[in-house]
T-cell receptor, first 113, second 114 residues
Framework: NAGVTQTPKFQVLKTGQSMTLQCAQD?????MYWYRQDPGMGLRLIYY???????DKGEVPNGYNVSRLNKREFSLRLESAAPSQTSVYFC????????????FGSGTRLTVV | AQSVTQPDIHITVSEGASLELRCNYS??????LFWYVQSPGQGLQLLLK??????LVQGIKGFEAEFKRSQSSFNLRKPSVHWSDAAEYFC????????????FGAGTILRVKS
């Protein structure tokens, strides 16, 4: 089915380890986004890519890096994981003009111990 | 800066009762407004959206929302709640510009009692 695919679905890391969260969409969307979801705080934007070849910081970018590999793929990297990065991470995509809203992936639940 | 306030963290309603979830936003112009629903362990699904025209918008699963400019509100309603509506609901606002980013509220958890 068309949509946004995130891998992995679950991950446990030790403090200081690194990992990359993968996201791919097959809707030919231009814009892609990474959010984190924490209880009582809603979704907060980490990074976004308005179009292929561009990336920009969102509200909470510290400790993360991103790569827009091509139009379909947008990865999120944690270079040195910290317990404060324990969260559920969502990737989303939209048309360049997001008037139709976002399509979300099913999320990655990350625990840093 | 844009912001979204969902005043109710939790709401409990009886099955068959009506529902209203509140959403207030802060933005300098007419924004794009959205409601999303998240079932446990799932991603977010778009319920409905507003950007112009009729201020009462219909969405999926029998939900509707009304945009009130004077109150900066976009409340979500359903006449009769089903047990399957138990989920977390998020209101979001976005600007009408290139590559726009949505700002989400903190969410309202809906519990349905039988």
């Amino acid at each position: 089915n068309a949509g946004v695919t995130q891998t992995p679905k679950f991950q446990v890391l030790k403090t200081g380890q690194s990992m990359t969260l993968q996201c791919a969409q097959d809707m030919n969307h231009n814009s892609m986004y990474w959010y984190r979801q924490d209880p009582g705080m809603g979704l907060r934007l980490i990074y976004y890519s308005a179009s292929e070849g561009t990336t920009d910081k969102g509200e909470v970018p510290n400790g993360y890096n991103v790569s827009r590999l091509n139009k379909r793929e947008f990865s999120l990297r944690l270079e040195s994981a910290a317990p404060s990065q324990t969260s559920v991470y969502f990737c989303a995509s939209s048309e360049l003009f997001a008037g139709r809203g976002y399509t979300f992936g099913s999320g990655t639940r990350l625990t840093v111990v | 800066a844009q912001s979204v306030t969902q005043p109710d963290i939790h709401i409990t309603v009886s099955e068959g009762a009506s529902l209203e979830l509140r959403c207030n936003y802060s933005y300098g112009a007419t924004p794009y407004l959205f409601w999303y629903v998240q079932s446990p362990g799932q991603g977010l699904q778009l319920l409905l959206k507003y950007f112009s025209g009729d201020t009462l918008v219909q969405g999926i699963k029998g939900f509707e929302a009304e945009f009130k400019r004077s109150q900066s509100s976009f409340n979500l309603r359903k006449p009769s709640v089903h047990w399957s509506d138990a989920a977390e609901y998020f209101c979001a606002v976005g600007p009408m510009e290139y590559g726009n980013k949505l700002v989400f509220g903190a969410g309202t958890i809906l519990r349905v009692k039988s």
